[in-house]
């Protein structure tokens, strides 16, 4: 009996010593340069939404309810936020300069290989995608020798244990999904990018409807590079690279480029193309395609903003130029080319 007692008294112990789960999420942390303006943290999903409010340090702390796991969406503005899994039980300790989340964001505490696993999954894909359009010149064995590389590279960062299995399935049938799409379109994108290849003579665009009067060519720039800008008056990516855009004319100005920009609006959309020009006051060449979509079939431009860099003779230098907002990529690119 008193065997059976001591037994039972250890057994007590080391049940209390386990870690204890709760049936909800705790977070906590910190952010850095917050605006004044963001004094709330966001959480949200489709059926759970919280706010947060920050301390005057950018610390914060609570607990979140949630009914089932899943991923969440958590902003600290309109510009910045994350989409964290968040599993009940999970003790998260997040941090993060708001000033550049992308590489500051980090998670400690109960889920956090979850979370950390996605953000290394997100750069990752960054870096692939910003290669792939130029791996898409490659012959087909080394195109498939590189996503599958790249396959086995997210696989190997899936394999750590620690990772939801919820997080799991759904990472590997979003890869599969992904890797399967890349190899199907390789045909037809080689095709294209053999067509677009650097030292190619460029499609041109002819007699389009420049905003400051008459109309202009791809011919009339000879002689000149041409960095030229397929955007339109709905697309808000396109709008965001405006700045940019406009800092990039004025620095090259006076040098042997120009720059061009061409609306894929709508043919009914003429007067908002117009308006857009003068109340953003936008540089360059502006000119209008409307019903002229010759120039976008033959680039083969799915999606906007494009940005497409000619050399003086009139061939391709880029068919998939960095934006205006990359400044480093731009100037090197510039430079390179002879751009003076």
Excluded at 67 to 76: A, C, M, Q, R, T
Excluded at 162 to 168: E, N
Excluded at 183 to 211: D, M, V
Excluded at 258 to 276: A, G, L, T, Y
């Amino acid at each position: 009996m008193k065997k059976f007692l001591i037994l039972s008294i250890l057994s007590l112990s080391l049940m209390s010593c386990k870690e204890q789960i709760n049936d909800y999420v705790t977070i906590k942390g910190q952010f850095t340069n917050l605006a004044e303006q963001d004094t709330l943290l966001r959480i949200n999903s489709r059926k759970y939404h919280k706010d947060i409010k920050f301390n005057e340090d950018g610390s914060f702390s609570d607990t979140l309810h949630i009914k089932e796991p899943g991923y969440f969406s958590v902003s600290l503005n309109r510009r910045t936020h994350f989409s964290p899994y968040l599993n009940i039980g999970d003790d998260l300790n997040i941090n993060g300069d708001a000033a550049d989340l992308n590489n500051s964001l980090s998670f400690k505490g109960r889920g956090a290989e979850s979370n950390n696993y996605l953000i290394t999954r997100i750069k990752e894909v960054q870096q692939f995608q910003e290669d792939i359009q130029q791996s898409y010149e490659l012959d087909s064995v080394a195109f498939f020798d590189k996503v599958n590389a790249f396959e086995e590279k997210i696989n190997t960062l899936l394999n750590d244990k620690k990772i939801d299995t919820a997080v799991v399935k759904r990472e590997e049938q979003g890869l599969n999904g992904y890797i399967d799409g890349l190899k199907k379109r390789y045909p037809q994108e080689h095709q294209t990018r053999i067509k677009l290849a650097k030292g190619k003579a460029s499609p041109k665009f002819e007699n389009l409807e420049n905003y400051n009067g008459g109309t202009s060519s791809l011919d009339d720039y000879n002689g000149k590079f041409v960095y030229i800008d397929v955007w339109a008056t709905w697309c808000k990516p396109c709008l965001a690279q405006i700045p940019a855009l406009k800092d990039l004319e004025k620095a090259y100005e006076g040098k042997n480029i120009v720059f061009v920009s061409i609306s894929s609006d709508r043919p009914d959309k003429h007067e908002e193309w117009k308006n857009m020009i003068k109340t953003k006051g936008m540089g360059g060449i502006q000119l209008y395609a409307g019903e002229n979509v010759s120039f976008f079939q033959e680039y083969q431009i799915a999606s906007i903003p494009r940005f497409i860099f000619i050399d003086t003779e009139g061939n391709i230098i880029n068919s998939n130029a960095p934006r205006p907002s990359e400044k480093d990529k731009i100037q090197a690119m510039f430079e390179k080319a002879g751009v003076q």
